[in-house]
Each structure stands twice: as structure tokens, then as C-alpha cells.
């Protein structure tokens, strides 16, 4: 009965490598979120999806790439990565409906990402 | 988009006191100020929010105040106990600009 899953919740891997986090929600929610949370705890916006449309895009390097094959699922493809792209990573999803940013975000358990 | 700022960085509180933290907003047309709390390797998870159309909010020990003239909205935490250790953030805009985060550590 999870409401937002993420895997993997570790990823340890090499620099240069490519690799993709998955994020799931059964909350029947419109819109999706990235958020990469670094050592400062910092909370910081990537992307947002709603109805599987690409709503928010920071200014994060086009190695990062998300893909939305529903609006159940929003998922994180990286390339090339850098050590600086270490951090926490965490999927959220809320209620659609314009503006998507008025209601509650539900956060997935996050995935720890290590890059060597 | 959306400028958050919150402050304190860090705060640290007797228990039984109060704690206070205080954010500020740019946009004129936000609407939604939730706070969210998240403990040592956990997800944030939503205490508290407050639409535009109301003042105050309070639950329990926990309430939010907004002026919208002034563009900034309040955490109050009363009778503080050491289980309120976390970092806290606030949230503001369509696209739910976050606040760089408070730690607050309640001493028994």
C-alpha cells in the first residue's frame, strides 16, 4: 500500500557511467516531481510532470533526462555521471489541477545516490 | 519562479519552550504555504499548510501564520519535545519552491 516508491534506494556506481531511478505512485495523482536533495539538505526542483506533460524544467544539465510513460510512473535517467551529481534523490507526486503547486506533495523514501 | 527564503539555518530550543521559523515569499500570486518535516533519513512528509485565504491554522502544538501583505508565513511549535528534532521546510509558488531548510534540535 505504498503511496510513492522509488528504486533502487541505494545506487552506488562509477563516473561516466548512465543510470535510471524508477518512481511509482498509486495516489491517482496528476503531477510528478524530482527533487534533488544534497548534502546541505537542500531541496532543490528538477523537473515536474503533470498528466505526463513536462511542466517544470530547471536549470539542471541535459545529462539528467525524465521520462513519464504514465502519469502513474516518472522516472529519472542520467548520463555521464559526475561526482557532484551525489545526493539523495526523491520522487513526489501530488493532486493535479492548475496550479499544480497547491496541494500537499507526497514524497517517495528517496534513493541515495553515490557516484565514484 | 517562486524566491523562498527561510530562516533560521538552525535553531536550538530547551524543551518545553517554543520555536519559531520564519519564511518569506516573492510571488504576490502564491496561494498554498505548507511546511514539511523531515527526520535524520527519512522523506519530508507534510505537518502543517495554510491557503491564502486564512491567517492562521493550528493543530495541536503546531501552527502557521500567514500576513500576505508582508509576504511571509511562520512555524510556531509549542511545548517543544526532543521527538521534534528534524529539519523543516516551508514551500511557497505554482512550482513549490522550497526553503533551504531549518534544523531544529529540541534539548531534554
Known amino acids: 500500500d505504498t503511496a510513492v516508491s522509488q528504486t533502487p534506494k541505494y545506487l552506488v556506481t562509477q563516473m561516466g557511467n548512465d543510470k535510471s531511478i524508477k518512481c511509482e505512485q498509486n495516489l491517482g495523482h496528476d503531477t510528478m516531481y524530482w527533487y534533488k536533495q544534497d548534502s546541505k539538505k537542500f531541496l532543490k526542483i528538477m523537473f515536474s510532470?503533470?498528466?505526463?506533460?513536462?511542466?517544470i524544467n530547471e536549470t539542471v544539465p541535459n545529462r539528467f533526462s525524465p521520462k513519464s510513460p504514465d502519469k502513474a510512473h516518472l522516472n529519472l535517467h542520467i548520463n555521464s555521471l559526475e561526482l557532484g551529481d551525489s545526493a539523495v534523490y526523491f520522487c513526489?507526486?501530488?493532486?493535479?489541477?492548475?496550479?499544480?503547486?497547491?496541494?500537499?506533495?507526497?514524497f517517495g523514501p528517496g534513493t541515495r545516490l553515490t557516484v565514484t | 519562479g517562486e524566491n523562498v527564503e527561510q530562516h533560521p539555518s538552525t535553531l536550538s530550543v530547551q524543551e518545553g519552550d517554543s520555536a519559531v521559523i520564519k519564511c518569506t515569499y516573492s510571488d504576490s500570486a502564491s496561494n498554498y504555504f505548507p511546511w514539511y518535516k523531515q527526520e535524520l533519513g527519512k522523506r519530508p512528509q507534510l505537518i502543517i499548510d495554510i491557503r491564502s485565504n486564512v491567517g492562521e491554522k493550528k493543530d495541536q502544538r503546531i501552527a502557521v501564520t500567514l500576513n500576505k501583505t508582508a509576504k511571509h508565513f511562520s512555524l510556531h511549535i509549542t511545548e517543544t519535545q526532543p521527538e521534534d528534532s528534524a529539519v523543516y521546510f516551508c514551500a511557497a509558488g505554482d512550482d513549490m519552491r522550497f526553503g533551504a531548510g531549518t534544523r531544529l534540535t529540541v534539548k531534554p
Open positions: 513526489a507526486s501530488s493532486r493535479g489541477g492548475v496550479p499544480s503547486g497547491t496541494y500537499e506533495q507526497y
Open positions: 510532470y503533470n498528466n505526463k506533460e513536462l511542466i
